[in-house]
């Protein structure tokens, strides 16, 4: 009998765990802003990008902006060539239009359009406007830039 009440509170602890561990979904575990946060801030963009991944929201838009901020992350970076930063800023802008396509009522559009009227003259087309104001430019800087002032 004894052997029995054994039993039969393993049972009860392995059934509560399982029944706890399915109440608890990946996203109220711990709080992943937060965690997103802090892994951005302690200049973890390659776990963010790793965790995002294997982890991806359920929330597509919440995706597609951690997305947007691990591309900004590695044109920042330095230490990769200037060709791999130029299409991260490039990919990073695509991303940043398509949010304002998706939702062009939220509140935060506006200043999303901003930020992508600021990346692509500042930094996306500054190597064309550079050329063009100091060397004169060629005819591929002016090709390269034209698509950018359409957007």
């Known amino acids: ?6 039993i039969t509170f393993a049972a009860c602890i392995w ?3 399982q029944a ?15 965690f997103y946060a ?3 801030k302690r200049g973890l963009t390659d776990l963010l990008a790793l965790h995002l991944r294997e ?15 691990v591309k900004l992350a ?3 970076d330095p230490s990769l060539s200037r060709t791999r930063r130029a299409q991260a800023i490039a990919e990073a802008n695509r ?7 998706k939702r062009p009522h939220d509140k935060r559009s506006r200043k999303w359009e901003l930020d ?8 996306e087309a500054d190597r064309f406007t550079s050329n063009i104001l100091f060397r004169g430019g060629t005819s591929a800087d002016y090709d390269a830039l034209r698509p950018l002032m359409d957007r």
């Open 55 to 69: 982890h991806p929201p359920k929330d597509e838009f919440a995706a597609l902006m951690l997305t947007r901020d």
């Open 38 to 40: 802090g892994l951005k």
């Open 116 to 123: 992508l009227a600021r990346s692509l003259l500042y930094v």
């Open 95 to 101: 991303i940043l239009e398509s949010m304002i396509k």
């Open 20 to 34: 706890a561990a399915e109440s608890y979904p990946e996203g109220t575990r711990f709080d992943t802003t937060e």
């Open 15 to 17: 059934f509560g765990v």
């Open 1 to 6: 009998m004894n052997g029995m009440k054994h």
């Open 74 to 76: 590695e044109h920042a």
